[in-house]
């Protein structure tokens, strides 16, 4: 880190980083219960995101993390036989997402508990480096 507050951006690109899982699982969670025709090529795919570390210059220590993408599922989904249902093709079956609410909750918590980490080591540096300027008062 060349900037005498760079170590601010370690915390930060994780926090980043677990703002978009956060996102992700949210709109997997929200679509959960969302119902296609089984022949509807757009019907929901869940969304996973994927991080990559930014390693430090020489093998040296790394420099935080970066978002490397956001990817979607490729699953077919769950037939369901639901003849009522007005998304419900001439079989009477419907499309839902694959979708593991439980997973995805569980990925909540993992997500908010990163993101609170990374918040605490910025708010720590940040007090570091405050309590080092007023030194010089």
Do not use: C
């Amino acid at each position: 880190m060349s900037t005498p507050f760079g170590i601010l951006a370690v915390p930060a690109s994780g926090m980043n980083v677990m703002q978009t899982w956060i996102n992700a699982i949210s709109d997997n969670v929200a679509n959960a219960d969302n119902v296609t025709n089984p022949d509807d090529p757009n019907f929901f795919h869940q969304s996973y995101v994927v991080g990559s570390a930014i390693p430090g210059a020489n093998g040296g220590i790394g420099q935080g993390v970066a978002l490397a993408g956001v990817e979607k599922s490729s699953g077919q989904g769950t037939l369901v036989f639901d003849p009522n249902n007005p998304a419900a093709d001439a079989n009477g079956t419907v499309r839902h997402p694959d979708v593991d609410v439980t997973e995805q909750m569980t990925s909540l918590i993992i997500a908010q508990r990163a993101y609170s980490a990374n918040v605490n080591v910025f708010e720590q540096a940040r007090d570091a480096y405050k309590q080092a300027l007023e030194i010089g008062k």
